[in-house]
């Protein structure tokens, strides 16, 4: 079984800068694609950025710049570091692995983590 499990969430001034950061454990053979999505309230949830393969990083066209993911294999991480936030940035932040196991492949989703910009 593999849990997906993200931190690092909080309340921060625009401007301000959070990291979360994103475990993944359980049985597991190879991680391909380690990626954050965001959901804002009464919005559909959207991609912030994703790295696959450890070789293409992509970002969503409004965090561009500001935003950096970088990933972990040996320790199944992957880290979001959020600079010169914007109140448009709050959002619940939620961390989405396609993991590989003994029995197979699937997407793995954790269970969000909230980040709040106050004006």
């Known amino acids: 079984q593999v849990h997906v499990v993200e931190s690092g969430g909080d309340l921060v001034q625009a ?3 959070l990291r979360l950061s994103c475990v993944a454990s359980g049985s597991i053979s190879l991680i391909y694609s380690m990626g954050w999505y965001r959901q804002a309230p009464g919005q559909a949830r959207e991609m912030v950025a994703v790295s696959t393969n450890g070789v293409s990083t992509n970002y969503a066209d409004s965090v561009k710049g500001r935003f950096t993911i970088s990933r972990d294999n040996a320790k199944n991480t992957v880290n979001l570091q ?3 936030l914007k109140p448009e940035d709050t959002a619940v932040y939620y961390c989405r692995m396609f993991i590989t196991t003994p029995v197979g492949s699937s997407d793995y989703w ?3 983590t909230q980040v709040t910009v106050s004006s």
Do not use: K, V
Request: aromatic share 0%.
């Open 15 to 17: 401007g301000g800068s």
């Open 82 to 84: 959020m600079n010169s």
């Open 110 to 112: 954790g269970q969000g």
